[in-house]
């Protein structure tokens, strides 16, 4: 198969997603009073409405509702003030019910957007970005000074419920094939569920990536589910089909199915583009299908081919009367609007300078926001001047430190925005260098000292001081005429010696600034 960039300079990828998650926040389920609980005793939360036994009727939750509202709120969608629940009819164990309540045409939340920001190396896979001037739009892009915004229709943000969870036991890695019988835990069937349905108008898998990553920021900001995909509290399937370039039409779409991961949904989907090219280059056709990514089989395959919207026979649900929104609601529920990721990162840009990079990935994550916030906070006169060595540590490393250990909160850690502040004053004043911050910082996280007592405990002070650098560098240059002579021929590649020589000499405490500083003024005259 060929390679994504050259599938993408031939094909027009055309994605869009459907989003399920669930309100984890939320006290009980949908339309019952049952508790929600992840991972309790099977089957120790349910009633005959989560159950659907005979005569038992459904009351909808408030509480999600209005969790689904804000979530309208926050992504500009228009908020229907009439809709009705639906039956969506489908005989899976399950549902005991056998059909899911859900909404018919007219969802609570319906035609929003969300504008991503892409930018670094992927930015490269939308094509004819070159093309355009900083500030040109075209099709649904603005060409910016490092990448493109790209406007995303969301067509509708409905609510459901959850189905209940199978076990299946005896097969290989708990899936159905090979499986001798299996259970089924109704606790989760009835959790209040949303699913947001994106317009077909996201082009590469990082934007698609982007996508459910600026989605799930926005959700925990408003706090209405924990965004777990590892446990399933937030899941996304990826529609995929091709074009060539400069055809307008719809291909024929494979649907990729609950993709558990942001790396999942992004590679799932560059390879279900790189295969579609191929069947299609190759005189073939692309059936619709539902299709499983197996991220370590590194492919995709079929699970079953599509049903059609008749085969659940949808009708409006008669034990559930049309629901309706007052404008109040809709008021109240407007003024718990938190601050969202966009606001805040533009709040960060004016308020510390910092650049729109910078204060994009500072505010995707509310801990890291706040942890930064409270850096700020600490360096107080000095804000501004610490505002982007401290944004620089905070969004690589102790980012990566986060990537790498799961469960590790910054809330509460070690690392506190006092500590912080203190490591990145010693690096300013260039008691240590940008390198031994790095190490003092994991020390600070792994062994819960401060700063200073990791840089005396560790000898690390740096040395700045010219003279004694200046010895060190005569020194040098001394024992190595020959080197020195042929540095004056030309070949000025053994700067590097020099500065390696010298750092040996100083036990790699001298400050690499000032050591070149000195060859070079010693060399080059
Ligand atoms: P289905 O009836 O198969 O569920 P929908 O029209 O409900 O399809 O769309 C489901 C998702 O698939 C939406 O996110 C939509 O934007 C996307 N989609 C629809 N048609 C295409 C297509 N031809 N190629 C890629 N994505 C598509
Ligand atoms: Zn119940
Ligand atoms: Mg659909």
Known sequence: MRKLEEVLNDW???????????????????????????????????????????????????????????????????????????????????????????????????????????????????????????????????????????????????????????????????????????????????????????EPDLRTPEEARLFMQKLRAIYLALGISDCSMEEGSLRCDGNVSLRRRGSAGLGVKTELKNMNSFKNLHDGLAYEICRQAEVLEEGGQIYQETRHWDPSAKRTIVMRVKETADDYRLFPEPDLAPYDLSDEFIEAVRAKLPELPDQKAKRFEAEFGLSAYDARHLTEHGSTARFFEGCMAEAAGDAAALAKPVANLVINDVTAYLNAHEGFALDGSPLTPERMVELVRLAEADSISSKQAKEVLLAVIEEGKAPKAIVEERGMEQVSDAGAIEAVVDEVLAANPDKVEQYKGGKTGLMGFFVGQCMKAMAGQGNPKVINELLAAKLDA
């Open 12 to 198: 027009e990828a055309v994605i869009g997603l459907e989003v399920h998650a669930e309100l984890t926040t939320l006290e009980t389920k949908m339309f019952c009073g049952c508790k929600l609980e992840f991972g309790a005793e099977p089957n120790t939360h349910t009633c005959p409405v989560c159950l659907g036994l005979p005569g038992a009727l459904p009351v909808p939750n408030k509480a999600a509702i209005e969790g689904i509202v804000l979530a309208g709120l926050a992504t500009n969608c228009d908020i229907e003030k009439h809709t009705t629940f639906y039956r969506k009819n489908y005989m899976y164990p399950d549902m005991a019910k056998n059909f899911q309540t859900t909404q018919g045409p007219v969802a609570f939340c319906m035609r929003g957007h969300l504008d991503l920001d892409v930018d670094g190396p992927a930015a490269r896979e939308r094509h004819g970005l070159d093309a355009l001037e900083p500030g040109q739009a075209e099709g649904n892009i603005t060409r910016t000074e490092d990448g493109y915004t790209a406007h995303v229709g969301i067509t509708r943000i409905h609510m459901e419920e959850d189905a209940g969870k199978m076990v299946h036991v005896g097969g290989g890695e708990g899936r159905i094939a090979g499986a001798t019988h299996s259970l089924v835990d109704y606790n989760r069937a009835g959790t209040p569920l949303i699913e947001l349905v994106t």
